[in-house]
């Protein structure tokens, strides 16, 4: 007579005679059927709309992390968790069939790519173990930058750039001495108005400043503080630097040529004081890379006096 622990034992050895790789691919594979139409929305969404344009890295970036990340460890996969993960991935499964219901809108998108980060996580963890997680669990969870930020996250994100980058750009005229007043999103310098508008927010290249930033510093840095300190320091140079945008195209319109306030500068110089921003970021990861590498100076003990 058959045993009730026997058959629980049979699936467990055929489960583990699929190399976790495979196991990994067709669990990926599962999560590309499932969630078809929710990754085609979210990807028509990053190649159609400038605010969302940072989603095309991140699966580039995480592949290449981990691919690099394993070569340099090593590591043995094995499959860890067995018989209770398909239980989840069912789980899973029956939640997104609640969230397909009825019409889609952005709400709905984020939180169908949030469980579908959270099946890739799973899945990870269980063809490969949870030391593979502990050790990849920054690629693992930048995967949820692909998640969409619905409009009710982004609009108040936009409208905090669009007064920081007033704000700064006032400075910047205030501090060359340039007559400036600001009436809400709106700068008045001699013979000119600037409108600070939602476009105006930089938001493309402030998230994109934000993505690069989170990877050299988990590439170049060691500590955790140093890390935090970074990506703190990226979120007021975003703005700073579209305060310096809107400071050199008003500048440059009013005193050389009007043509500056309607040219190529205005529509596409983004990626200029994005290069100067991630220059800044650049200096700053130099210094405290220094810093790792110099570490305290060593205690002298009476015997090494």
Known sequence: MERPGCRHDAE????????P??????????????WYRPLLDTFALATGNDQYTHILLILPVVAALIIQGWRERGYQPQIWIRG???????????ATKWIHMGESS??????E????????????????GLPALRAFRFPLLFLFALVPLPRIVLDPV??????GSTLAAQFLFLLFRVPVSRE???????GLEIDVTAECSSIRSSLMLLVTTMVLAH???NTPWRKVLIVLVALPLSVAKNGLRIFSIGMLGTRVDPSYLSGHLHRQGGIIFLLIALAAIFVLLWILRRGEMVGPAPQLGPETS
């Not at 467990?12 to 190399?19: D, G, H, V």
């Not at 790789?21 to 990926?28: G, I, N």
């Not at 209770?84 to 029956?94: I, T």
């Not at 952005?106 to 939180?111: G, M, N, Q, T, W």
């Open 12 to 19: 467990e050895a055929t489960m583990n005679k699929l190399p």
């Open 21 to 34: 790789r495979l196991t990994f691919a067709v669990l990926c594979a599962v999560s590309l059927i499932l």
């Open 84 to 94: 209770r993960s398909p239980l989840l991935f069912l789980l899973v499964v029956y």
């Open 106 to 111: 952005d709400v709905r998108l984020a939180i």
């Open 113 to 128: 790519m949030a469980i579908l980060v959270v099946w890739w996580i799973a899945s990870f963890l269980f063809c490969f």
């Open 158 to 163: 936009v409208a905090i750039l669009q007064q």
């Open 184 to 190: 809400a999103t709106a700068l008045l310098i001699p």
């Open 219 to 221: 590439l170049l840095l």
